[in-house]
């Protein structure tokens, strides 16, 4: 790793701090309207953050190096780094007097879109300032989704999209102008926050709270501004199934979306990853349903429609809740248990394992067995109409080998600190995940991870970003080999 490379990644880094002092004007508009005296901590913040990042980006001007993986790695972690310290100071200096600890931990909650919050009353908190944090998971969000179309394809670590992956007869770069491409990106992100703030208003949502719901439901970050999330509006069917729709749609890719927007390919909807995620939305849901409504006698409308929310609040990592699902019986608990290791699509703005990896892993799975029938056959591996080359297939195979790997040592870690096993296996998951709530009476969905040590609140800090970046785009940076040269 060269100093120009360092250079370059840290002027990138300290410019968009400088955007990100700029956002926070937004709640300081917000706090002056409710008159809340927080505006000024926000004030403040914004030059702080901007004065400093301005300086180091005086300081870092030069020539850019060449686009090399390398620069990606340490670009990509150093990114996510200054956005969670940068969107932690007004979180520290705001009037709830949160920790340095707390700060940061909601921060990096907030913009790796997992919504997990240490912040008890949120109902009372400025109005400011959960406008920040929605901000921050509706960003978030956005950057996941770039991730996930850009740098992790160019990494050779993961993420299947219509860059290197289609199952349409799309050439390998279906934009011919990246510019295009991203205009059509945060158009259709914003478009699609509008809407879902439009629908959540004529559910019967007040406008604050439906632009902040909307922004983190389409981020599927899982943020409320209510301490009991969705269970305020547990008799209002219209909101919780317009959250169920954005979810879906934060689920689904977006390079998809925007081929169907601009190109008018609709086609593109056959992308074999879709049917995946939807078919196990589908199942999953409808099993809770019935569980529902033979074991409790629930009417099954009404099971269908809790249960949905709550398994695609899950699957797509967005963490809401709109009852508290652990008490529904065993079988639900372990179907949302195992809800939590799925995730959307690649390109979304979800967290999870995601369904293109099952997808290529089953495909391994037949080929291997297969294999043992017929040494000398050559069994190619295919995601849809096309073959699976070797670096995608070594990709999926280190993910899933480091993610098991890496949620066995956090879960002894939060051991560690003191957790019990539920809350520590469960929490460990959710942070890895980026789901946000685990099980149990601590960090289930009716609570939160106020009351941990700061130990495990540091633990999970830094399992959220593990598994926002994809686990492996972190961990090269902590070789050796990353830095000779």
């Known amino acids: 790793m060269s100093g120009v490379q360092v250079r370059a990644a840290i002027h990138v880094a300290s410019v968009l701090a400088i955007y990100l002092a700029l956002l926070m004007l937004i709640p300081v508009a917000i706090d002056l309207f409710y008159g809340n005296p927080d505006w000024k901590v926000f004030a403040f913040s914004a030059m702080l953050v901007g004065g400093a990042a301005m300086a180091v980006a005086l300081a870092t001007r030069g020539r850019p190096p060449p686009a090399s993986p390398r620069f990606g790695f340490l670009l990509v972690n150093l990114l996510w780094l200054t956005v969670s310290l940068a969107g932690a100071v007004p979180l520290g200096l705001s009037s709830l007097d949160l920790s340095l600890t707390d700060a940061v931990f909601e921060s990096v909650s907030g913009v790796t879109a997992t919504g997990a919050t240490i912040i008890n009353g949120v109902d009372r ?66 478009l699609l926050g509008f809407a879902c703030t439009v629908c959540y208003v004529l559910g019967g949502m007040e406008p604050f709270h439906a632009v902040n719901h909307a922004m983190t439901t389409v981020a599927t970050g899982g943020f409320s501004t209510h301490d009991t999330s969705f269970l305020r509006y547990v008799d209002k069917p219209f909101i919780l199934w317009t959250g169920i729709v954005f979810m879906f749609i934060g689920g689904l890719p977006f390079s998809i979306m925007i081929l169907i927007a601009v190109r008018g390919r609709p086609d593109a909807l056959r992308d074999p990853q879709i049917r995946v995620y939807a078919g196990y939305v589908i199942a999953f849901s409808l099993a809770v349903a019935v569980y529902l409504r033979v074991n409790d006698n629930v009417p099954f409308l009404e099971a269908l429609t809790q249960s949905t929310f709550n398994i695609l609040s899950i699957i797509t990592t967005s963490g809401f809740a709109s009852e508290d699902y652990t008490l529904w019986g065993p079988f639900a608990v372990v179907v949302f248990f195992v809800a939590t290791f799925m995730g959307g699509c690649s390109g979304s703005t979800t967290g999870g394992i995601k369904a293109y990896r099952f997808l290529i892993l089953f495909e391994l799975l037949v080929s291997g067995v297969r294999r043992l029938l017929y040494p ?22 280190l993910f899933m080998a480091s993610f098991f790997v890496l949620w066995g040592i956090i879960t002894v870690l939060l051991g560690a600190a003191g957790l019990d096993f539920v809350t520590a296996l469960t929490g460990s998951l959710s942070s890895l995940t980026n789901v946000g709530p685990g099980l149990g009476p601590i960090i289930g969905p009716v609570g939160n991870f106020s009351s941990l040590p700061d130990s495990a609140k540091w633990i999970c800090a830094v399992a959220m970003l593990l598994g926002r970046l994809e686990i492996l785009a972190v961990l090269v940076i902590f070789t050796p080999v990353f830095w000779r040269g």
Request: charged fraction near 15%.
């Open 376 to 397: 000398n056959s050559v069994v190619p591996i295919r995601y849809g109409d096309r073959s699976i080359d070797p670096d995608m297939q070594r990709a999926v195979v």
């Open 125 to 190: 908190a400025p109005p400011g300032l959960l406008m920040w944090r929605s901000l921050l998971s509706f960003m978030g969000g956005l950057g996941v989704i770039a991730l996930g179309l850009f740098l992790l394809p160019f990494l050779n670590i993961g993420g299947v999209s219509y860059f290197k992956i289609e199952s349409t007869d799309i050439q390998d770069r279906p934009f011919e102008r990246l510019q295009t491409f991203l205009v059509s990106l945060i158009g259709i992100y914003t």
